[in-house]
């Protein structure tokens, strides 16, 4: 089969189309023929190894998972011999978590991180849901705990993460405020936004509004900023890492930490939650989905021999929703 394989760190030049072999399901595992996968910001992160504290865990002198890609949807092709929920046809989506392989025409995939598909979404579309939108639904509902009537705002309003965060906290009953680029304004007002705030000309910090909820995606404001915009009971929420690091600790990454260390001397709730694959919320997904309360935005679709081209504009050119590789 063909797969997109990264023998080292560095840019996407390290990614490769080349023929490997097509893994068989153990007991528990379904292959699944992909049929699209979804480029996330982890992905170029772990093609780069950065930041570097990371790459005890990812591999040090190169990752240890060789197939890029978490996000796919497709069809079963074949079970394992423990697996009784899904069937060789079946139309199925899911996350691979740190397993990766994903970049590739078949996958063998752990049955516990796939549903089946959402019935009125493309594969592409299908695709572009597990990571992203997970992570906006593990931070809002779980971390945030986000009730009908208060008021969120979103930084990164127009990127994967935000524009699945708009539509579920709109779900959820909330006053949704994006923040975004003025060339993304039309975009976030489609998918939901109440208000649109266009950082190039309003500063949400100075503004007197408080709100109940900032969820940070982008980690480009300090502590006191944010909490200057937040009620004082307010919870933030920093899941910000689309910038890089440098490989330092600098940027998204030491927010975050520092975040984690005041929240235990602050009133407001300074929350760092972390969205694990979940057969739970893939299925809760699937399930705005099909009512029509969430639509993926797909910005771009790659062949899988352009793999590395989507990494980069994903990277580098400030992708708006997501991006997506068609197998």
């Known amino acids: 089969m063909k797969a997109i394989v990264q023998d080292r760190y560095g840019s996407p030049d390290v990614l490769h ?11 528990a595992e379904i292959l699944v023929r992909v049929h699209a996968a979804a480029v996330n910001a982890y992905d170029w992160h772990v093609m780069r190894g950065d930041p570097y504290i990371m790459r005890p865990q990812l591999g040090f002198g190169g990752p240890r998972m060789k197939v890029r890609g978490r996000d796919f949807a497709g069809r079963v092709e074949a079970v394992g011999r423990d697996v009784t929920r899904f069937r060789p046809g079946d139309e199925v989506y899911g996350d691979l978590g740190d397993a990766n392989g994903a970049f590739a025409e078949y996958a063998c995939v752990p049955h516990t991180v796939v549903e089946p598909k959402p019935v009125n979404l493309t594969f592409e579309q299908a695709a572009a849901m597990p990571l992203a939108a997970n992570t906006a639904l593990t931070c809002l509902r779980d971390a945030a705990r986000l009730q009908p009537g208060q008021h969120v705002l979103i930084n990164g309003a127009s990127g994967g993460v935000g524009t699945f965060a708009i539509q579920i906290a709109k779900a959820h009953g909330a006053e949704v405020s994006g923040v975004c680029s003025t060339r993304n304004v039309d975009l976030v007002r489609s998918t939901g936004a109440d208000h649109v705030i266009d950082y190039s000309r309003e500063d949400f910090t100075h503004h007197t509004r408080r709100y109940d909820v900032v969820f940070d995606l982008v980690g480009n404001r300090s502590l006191a900023e944010f909490r200057r915009a937040l009620d004082p009971t307010g919870t933030l929420i920093l899941s910000g890492g689309g910038v890089s690091g440098g490989g330092s600790l600098l940027g998204p990454v030491g927010l975050i930490i520092r975040g984690k ?27 705005l989905a099909e009512s029509g309360k969430v639509t993926p935005v797909i910005d771009r679709t790659y062949p899988l021999s352009q793999t590395a081209d989507a990494i980069r504009y994903v990277e580098m050119e400030h992708a708006r929703a997501k991006v997506v590789i068609a197998v």
């Open 17 to 27: 189309l080349r023929e490997i072999d097509t893994p068989e399901p153990t007991g």
């Open 261 to 287: 260390m005041l929240s235990r001397l602050i009133r407001q709730r300074l929350v760092v939650p972390t969205a694990n694959p979940s057969q739970e919320n893939l299925a809760a997904l699937r399930e």
